[in-house]
């Protein structure tokens, strides 16, 4: 009697500390945003005191010291069923590792893997800790920090979980079916085709499934048992799937519903029994029920709390997946929403059975399209065994998974605006358990009505469908799925393999990139797509040559460019950069995977190339021969003696090409200071032309130094105001030289601020003068703002990539459209093929004045137009407006086909000049 009330008394005391290391649990969580780890630590403690103070009888020395040796003899006595179930085990494993790094490939990703990622590198490098979808985001993080940032270690602990779920899920079937029943089942979950790809992803759709496994497990076996232990552990489960994807948020409400149920059923046949005469002395079971419903309810808080304490700060994180997708789409959920969607209820519950059972899933990366989630004999035995079940759902825990099978399809199907298959990953065990009720019952007959016999032939059958399913799934898995180009395509994740390839050049080089959809996520710290990028330093693109030509970049580094390869093969895009930079076509790579290209094309730029270019370059004229060169202009000087290829005293002509950068719009004087005759052009207009001085001029003075008197006043000083956009402009300057100490020197100022020379790093040479001019506009909280570049083709652009770019110098934060400007070159005379594809606006194409094609695309989408016109050989007039509506991607794009030609192609920069021809 003592060692009873010592043994109460100190069970009371373990539930007194685990309640107050929940306390603790909560004052870390309140005190700052740092109090995760040791809230979780706290966490820990208290669920294993409660544990501990729950277990009944407490174990002693001598049980624990036998435990090996009866562990042993169960084992020797049940040897056929452990073999066989270590067997299938065995084959588990392998339908979720064969081909592991072809399936899914590790260069490529899936579903939303790269911000599983990314929530793991900001976990190991930052400290993060994730509230929403923690298991998913902490489990990888532990395989980064051992194994490094990679796809083998982002999907290994998600591997891990894939296999570890067929033993939870074994002792589940067993505790609720026959031996031969619940091998059954294990076998056709052991190769399911469906469970074994989600083991191979790291991604929430597929987390809970162990943890929904394992605690169907535990609360079964605790219903049987009514052991105290078992029900803590329902409660922390229940508790960590409520922070998963949606259809495992459903546990805490399930379990919940489920333990009231079973109370209140106890109590009825209790007082039924009492009212019959039955139950005589028979006491209602409350102690062990009571004990065991605290238990759960102390776990369940516990994990709980860091989402209770969210919920009453006004966050909304434990619905926020179903506001997201579903009934208030990112805002309050609106019962008018549901009200609309329920007359659609039946249709999409007939899809989702479709694309289940018969049809088309709708994802590549779950089925080849047309194919449904279960091959045929799963297919069968599922429906079936469903139907059983929701039939016979008063029998013990068959209401439990009905009703969890009905509110997953209900919440997954009806709820949300699109209809995604994905969302029905919880239901994998739920569909093996309901395929076991209807095959126990079978066998629970055939027992009664031939209590001696062991019908073989019923064996038989279940063995033949276990081996039919393993070889349907195999096939569908690892010859259609693995083999399928449309499945590979959708693992062409083009950041990761970007990634890689940048990874690879060494040197960390300074990175430019465009990707009309994910522009955001490469360049900014931390992302998600810091794991396999490392944090590169560089900045985003707000149209595929945006960044050239090259300014701003730290001396001595190399440059990344790389884009998507949606609107140009890399030969197409290695002719538009060598507008820029002849160079980089030697460099130009395309980013491969085994089965084919992603769309990205990079190519890289040394540090000497860009120097190379900076300045202005010239076509010499002299003694009857021709060369090209680049001048630094230093200084904005440039003088004869810095040209030794110039024979003395032979008179030479020069012309100069290349751009002008202009950081801000305004009024401009250009000035030049010069003894010899000069001609300068600002974006093909004339700024002026001065003959110079014809007699020994002196050296060119500093700016701001007098040119002091005598010889220094045949000096020629030319300025003119103009205004200028912000951005690159065209600059060509004409220089006759007839003496020996020829030299002109240019300098810019703007408005009324003092002159200064031109920088060199401000000045591009032009390999030559192709393209049109482009000019943006965007309007804001300052004055209308104008970007214009030379460009050498009509490019699409992403609007927050050109916002974020033209903050940089301007409050406009709205764009409102572009215009392109320029001379078409046409050498054959004939009907050429115009096609013009448009994004989120209008845009309009003249040719010589006329308008040639129209295109409108409503906002965030995309529209095309074409049309045949005859042109004759020579220069036509091109002008394309476009008008913003609104979406990510903007802009047009201009594509051709000339005669004899079998496909369009993007007007290269060699039939395009931003100005006429003289």
């Known amino acids: ?86 067997f299938l085990f065995a084959v588990a494993a392998f339908m979720r590792i064969y081909r592991f790094g072809d399936l899914p490939p590790a260069n490529g990703l899936g579903f939303e893997e790269y911000q599983t990622g990314g929530v793991a590198y900001r976990a190991v490098r930052e400290g993060f800790r994730p509230y929403e979808f923690p298991l998913t985001g902490l489990l990888p993080a532990a395989t980064f920090a051992l194994l490094g940032e990679n796809t083998f270690a982002l999907r290994l602990p ?56 394992l605690l169907l497990c535990l609360l079964v076996r605790g219903t049987k048992t009514g052991k105290a232990p078992y029900f803590v552990g329902v409660g922390a489960l229940a508790g960590c799937l409520a922070y998963e994807y949606t259809a495992y948020r459903l546990a805490p409400f399930l ?96 899809r989702t059975l479709q694309g289940l059972l018969t049809g088309d899933v709708g994802a590549a990366a779950l089925s080849v399209p047309g194919k449904p989630l279960l091959d045929p004999v799963s297919a069968v035995l599922v429906l079936v065994g469903v139907l059983y079940t929701l039939i016979t759902f008063w029998r ?31 239901l994998i065990p739920l569909f093996y358990l309901a395929v076991g009720f209807p095959l ?45 180009p449309i499945v590979q395509q959708h693992y062409d994740n083009y950041l990761l393999a970007l990634c890689t390839h940048l990874r690879g050049l060494g040197d960390r080089p300074y990175v430019y ?4 959809q994910q522009p955001l996520d490469f360049l900014f710290r931390t992302n998600d797509y810091s794991w396999a990028c490392q944090d590169p330093e560089g900045a985003p693109l707000f149209s595929p040559l945006s960044g050239l030509p090259v300014r701003d970049v730290p001396p001595g580094r190399t440059v990344a460019v790389a884009v998507s390869q949606r609107f140009f093969t890399a030969e197409e895009f290695a002719a538009l950069a060598a507008a820029y930079y002849p160079e980089a076509a030697e460099t130009m790579a395309r980013v491969e995977r085994p089965g084919g290209n992603y769309r990205v094309v990079a190519f890289t730029l040394a540090p000497e190339v860009l120097a190379a270019r900076q300045g202005l370059a010239g076509r010499y004229t002299v003694a009857g021969r021709t060369f090209v060169r680049v001048d630094a202009f230093a200084d904005g000087r440039w003088s004869r003696a810095d040209v030794p290829d110039l024979p003395a005293g032979e008179p030479f002509q020069v012309r100069w090409a290349g751009l002008l950068y202009v950081p801000e719009a305004g009024t401009y004087r250009i000035h030049a200071e010069t003894a010899t005759p000069v001609a300068v052009q600002v974006d093909g207009e004339m700024a002026f032309a001065a003959q110079g001085a014809p007699s020994h001029p002196q050296a060119l003075p500093a700016a701001g130094e007098s040119k002091g008197t005598g010889e220094a006043q045949t000096l020629q000083a030319f300025s003119k105001a103009l205004p200028l956009d912000r951005g690159w402009h065209l600059l060509e300057v004409d220089l006759d030289g007839q003496g020996a100490d020829a030299a002109v020197r240019f300098l810019l100022g703007r408005d009324s601020a003092p002159l200064e020379p031109v920088r060199r790093e401000n000045l591009f040479a032009l390999p030559a003068v192709q393209g049109l001019v ?54 054959q005379e004939g009907e050429h093929l115009l096609r013009l594809h448009c994004w989120a606006g209008e845009a309009v194409l003249h040719l010589d004045g006329e308008e040639a094609l129209r295109c409108t695309a409503p906002r965030y989408d995309h529209r095309m137009a074409e049309k045949g016109i005859l042109l004759q050989p020579g220069e036509h007039a091109l002008a394309l407006t476009y008008t913003y509506a609104d ?32």
Request: hydrophobic share 55%; proline share 6%.
């Open 1 to 86: 009697m003592q060692h009873r009330l010592f043994a109460a008394i100190l069970r009371g005391l373990l539930f007194l500390l685990a309640l107050g290391a929940v306390g603790v649990e909560v004052w870390w969580l309140r005190r700052s945003a740092q109090g995760f780890d040791p809230a979780m630590g706290w966490l820990g403690i208290a669920l294993l005191l409660l544990t501990v103070g729950v277990w009944e009888p407490w174990p002693s020395p001598a049980g624990l010291r036998g435990w090996p040796a009866r562990a042993w003899r169960s084992l020797r006595a049940h040897w056929p069923e452990a073999v066989l179930v270590a």
């Open 158 to 213: 998600f591997l891990l979980l894939g296999m570890a779920t067929f033993v939870p899920f074994y002792l589940l079937a067993r505790d609720l079916f026959r031996r031969e029943v619940a091998l059954f089942v294990a076998a056709l979950f052991a190769v399911s085709r469906w469970h074994s790809l989600g083991s191979r992803f790291a991604d929430e759709l597929f987390t809970g499934i162990f943890f929904e496994t």
């Open 255 to 350: 379990v919940v519903a489920y333990l009231v149920w079973r109370l209140l059923a106890g109590g009825v046949r209790w007082a039924w029994r009492r009212g019959r005469g039955a139950g005589k002395g028979e006491t209602l079971p409350l102690g062990a029920a009571a004990l065991s419903a605290l238990a759960f309810l102390v776990a369940l808080g516990g994990v709980l709390a860091p989402l209770i304490l969210l919920t009453l700060r006004g966050e909304t994180l434990f619905v926020e997946a179903f506001l997201r997708h579903g009934l208030g789409g990112g805002g309050p959920v609106e019962a008018g929403r549901l009200a609309a969607l329920l007359p659609e209820a039946k249709e999409r519950l007939a």
């Open 396 to 426: 013990p825990f068959r209401g439990l998974v009905a009703g969890w099978i009905a509110l997953s399809l209900f919440t997954g199907a009806v709820l949300p605006q699109n209809l995604y298959m994905g969302r029905f990953s919880a």
């Open 440 to 484: 126990d019952d079978v066998a629970r007959f055939l027992q009664r009505a031939w209590p001696r016999a062991r019908p073989a032939w019923a064996a038989g059958v279940l063995v033949s469908l276990a081996l039919a399913e393993a070889a349907l799934s195999f096939h569908s898995l690892f010859v259609v799925h693995l083999g399928s």
């Open 513 to 516: 990139v465009w990707a009309e």
């Open 774 to 827: 482009r000019r943006l506009r965007l309007e804001g909280g300052g004055q209308p703002l104008v970007l214009q570049r030379l460009e050498p083709t009509v490019l699409p652009l992403t609007v927050p990539m050109l916002l974020q770019e033209a903050a940089l110098g301007s409050a406009a934060d709205r764009f409102v459209g572009e215009e392109w400007s320029g001379w078409l070159q046409v050498a």
């Open 887 to 918: 979406g990510v991607l903007a802009g047009a794009q201009v594509l051709w086909r000339r005669p004899g030609q079998s496909d369009v192609e993007p007007l290269l920069p060699e039939v395009l000049t931003p100005f006429a021809e003289d």
